[in-house]
């Protein structure tokens, strides 16, 4: 089993950065894949990124690429989004998702853990 909590998000406005983590509670998480997801208000679930155990591939929606960074430190079993340029469509509800298995995937129906989410206000 494994509890993922993100945290950092909050109000910014255009062309402003925030960072979120997902701290990742267990023993596995270093064998987990990681992902990014998101839901805007009316919205499905869409992805935005992924992380695959190592930290040596990512994945990136065309919406965010260039602007969003993802890394983990297996050391800390934490994943981090690094969003920058952010821009009033990138508000949503944030979400950390792990995956078993060490490749990453940019489906949420590839995802087997969840958590509660983080909420992003990008005003304009």
């Known amino acids: 089993q494994v509890q993922l909590v993100e945290s950092g998000g909050g109000l910014v406005q255009a062309g402003g950065s925030l960072r979120l983590s997902c701290a990742a509670s267990g023993r596995t998480f270093s064998r987990n894949a990681m992902g990014w997801f998101r839901q805007a208000p009316g919205k499905e679930r869409e992805f935005v990124a992924a992380?695959?155990?190592?930290?040596?591939?990512?994945y990136y929606a065309d919406s965010v690429k260039d602007r969003f960074t993802t890394s983990r430190d297996n050391a800390k079993n934490t994943v981090y989004l690094q969003m920058s340029s952010l821009k009033p469509e990138d508000t949503a509800v944030y979400y950390c998702?792990?995956?078993?298995?060490?490749?990453?995937?940019?489906?949420?129906?590839?995802?087997?853990?969840w958590g509660q989410g983080t909420q992003v206000t990008v005003s304009s």
């Open positions: 992380i695959n155990w190592s930290g040596g591939n990512t």
């Open positions: 998702a792990a995956k078993r298995g060490l490749s990453a995937f940019p489906e949420k129906s590839g995802y087997d853990y």
